[in-house]
């Protein structure tokens, strides 16, 4: 079964990242999925400042702004998707993923299928 990884950093470091792991932690945690041969796809997001939102009224008409600029401190940083056999590995994974530790987090959720 597939499931997301939505890595949220709560503390963002002066190079726009995860304040509480290094590059290497990620590069090694990269690495171990890849090499568990669970890894379907994966991305680091660029920096929040360069989000952009979309909302389109009732009327169909479209507004952009900057942002999001949400009342938390939560960034979400990025995903992985993994194809595991069930929630309790990926939970597992979960956990070993560095954007879990201090004030950071992952929510695990499972990816829909449709064809089923």
């Known amino acids: ?6 890595i949220n950093a709560g503390a963002v470091g002066a190079d726009g990242g995860a304040a509480e792991c290094t590059v290497e932690d990620w590069m090694t945690y990269d690495q171990q999925v890849k090499d568990a041969g669970i890894f379907v796809s994966g991305e680091s997001l660029a920096d929040l400042v360069t989000a952009t939102s979309v909302h389109v009224g009732a009327d169909g008409g479209r507004v952009v702004t900057d942002g999001p ?15 595991v056999p069930d929630l309790d590995v990926a939970l597992d994974w979960a956990a070993r993923c560095p954007g879990a530790r ?11 299928d449709f064809g089923a």
Do not use: C
């Open 1 to 6: 079964m597939k499931y997301m990884l939505l």
């Open 102 to 112: 201090g004030s950071g987090s992952v929510v695990v959720r499972p990816i829909a």
């Open 69 to 83: 600029f949400a009342e938390t401190r939560e960034v979400l940083g990025g995903f992985y998707v993994i194809d």
